[in-house]
């Protein structure tokens, strides 16, 4: 999937016909700009999911306790980041009048600003996550650059000419060229993915240690998935620590744990993310012989940054090699609410749910838990 979202919006394949390699030069520079906004809510969803299930209650595992988990994360994307405002470029679109006609020598270069070559299009653009029938066209005004280069092309005729009745009755003759040349200029089509919902499978162990600690490891071993994709490799771990261990308060009522996290994923060598996150867990658990219950409130602090690299095939035309870029998600705060059952000796299940500043995040787990 993430080679098809560079594809659509890396490697642009326009057809710029008679206005050269200016064209090319200026479109490769907004790519990343765009595509950072594109492909934003796949980088937040993973994000938050990669920042999601590290715990399943708020107490920490006793002295060499444990728990084999396996993790299921999904969200879905909020209707707000299906749409964003692309960014044209702030120079000029280099208009070479003699590729018009050479017949009268050099006429000369218009610069074109972007503002005038897309004037009143609409720039609202579906991002990854609008629906797969959703294309945002951001159309070339035709009409105005035609009236743009006629003017020029008059002007420039008539310095030639030193008549301005022959210099008009040229330009009326060129006018099937210059429109043929104003339509080599491409409209702009983004194309939306139908992105919409996102889960990640996570296993982690979960191993208890001295003063209160414990400590979480998860991920997979690292898969070819063969040259469309190339090697999937994700893991990541933390710690928390049992904090109401030195509260001085005999049978303190609730169990209050702080937790610091890292995790990493990369696709191939084309996409990267690093994710941190910091929490603070507060609940209660009961267990009975058999039967376990626990519920707990949780806060935390997360940032994500997601690195993009991808090779740029010559057939794009679009004058570069490689796009690189890096990517933030929004960082801030995340609230929760979880809770966990144990209805069979050493098993458990767990449900999760958190906001995160643009996601909802459901988590539910399944292990073996001892001590």
Do not use: C, W
């Amino acid at each position: 999937m993430i080679k098809k979202v560079l594809v659509l919006v890396l490697t642009l394949t326009f057809t710029v016909g008679a206005f050269g390699q200016s064209l090319e030069e200026t479109l490769s520079n907004m790519l990343s700009d765009n595509a950072t906004m594109y492909i934003q809510p796949m980088g937040d969803g993973m994000g938050a999911l990669m920042n999601s299930g590290y715990y399943h209650r708020s107490r920490v595992h006793k002295m060499l306790g444990f728990d084999l988990s396996f993790k299921l994360m999904g969200l879905s994307v909020d209707d707000d980041s299906k749409f964003f405002e692309f960014a044209l470029p702030t120079g000029d679109l280099e208009f070479n009048l003699n590729d018009v006609t050479d017949a009268y020598g050099d006429l000369g270069t218009l610069n074109i600003p972007f503002a005038e070559v897309y004037k009143d299009a609409n720039t609202t653009v579906p991002t990854v996550s609008a629906d797969k029938d959703e294309v945002g066209t951001i159309a070339v005004n035709d009409g105005n650059l035609i009236g743009l280069i006629e003017s020029q092309l008059l002007s420039a005729l008539t310095d030639a000419l030193g008549d301005a009745t022959a210099a008009g009755l040229a330009v009326d003759q060129l006018s099937g060229d210059i429109t043929t040349a104003v339509g080599a200029i491409p409209d702009i089509s983004i194309p939306g993915l139908g992105l919409h919902t996102m889960a990640l499978p996570m296993p982690q162990f979960a191993l208890g240690l001295p003063m209160g600690i414990e400590l979480t490891l998860r991920g997979f071993p690292e898969y070819d998935f063969g040259e469309e994709i190339g090697v999937f490799s994700m893991y990541g771990g933390g710690a928390r620590i049992n904090i109401d261990q030195f509260i001085p308060i005999p049978l303190f009522p609730v169990d209050i744990t702080a937790g610091a996290f890292y995790s990493q994923m990369a696709i191939g060598d084309i996409f990267s993310s690093s994710n941190t996150a910091l929490s603070l867990q507060v609940g209660k658990s009961i267990n009975l012989l058999v039967f376990g219950l626990g519920v707990y409130v949780d806060a935390g602090y997360e940032t994500s940054t997601i690195d993009i690299k991808y090779d740029v095939p010559e057939s794009a035309g679009l004058g570069v090699s490689e796009v690189e870029f890096n990517m933030e998600t929004d960082p801030g705060l995340r609230l929760g609410a979880g809770l966990h059952l144990k209805l069979i000796p050493l098993t458990y299940l767990n449900v999760h749910a958190a906001q995160t500043p643009n996601n909802m995040v459901v988590t539910a787990g399944l292990g073996i838990s001892l001590r």
